[in-house]
């Protein structure tokens, strides 16, 4: 079993940034990537970055250049810097591990982009 706290999420303005972090705590040996989705009210929930664990990433086309995921191993945590934030960044974002393959998923942490 892997669990997944998310926080970071909050209000910010067009423009602003806010950074992400999701602890990863339990079987964590057994986790071969990480990421952050998020899922906006009435759509379906979308991947926004992935991060293996040989630290090869993956980025959604909409959020390139903005958005930056990173990891801290011996924090066992992963982190999702997003800049230049625009309103349709508006969203839960949900924090998410493939392990013993399965999927986990965190509890998720709003993200409010508006003025």
């Known amino acids: 079993q892997v669990q997944l706290v998310e926080s970071g999420g909050g209000l910010v303005q067009p423009g602003g940034s806010l950074k992400l972090s999701c602890a990863a705590t339990?079987?964590?040996?057994?986790?071969?990537?990480m990421g952050w989705y998020r899922q906006a009210p009435g759509k379906q929930r979308e991947m926004v970055a992935a991060i293996t664990r040989d630290g090869s990433t993956n980025y959604a086309d909409s959020v390139k250049g903005r958005f930056t995921i990173s990891r801290e191993n011996a924090k066992n945590t992963v982190y999702l810097q997003m800049n230049s934030l625009k309103p349709e960044d508006t969203a839960v974002y949900y924090c998410n591990a493939d392990a013993y393959r399965r999927s986990y998923w965190g509890q998720g942490t709003q993200v409010t982009v508006s003025s």
């Open positions: 339990g079987s964590i040996s057994g986790i071969t990537a």
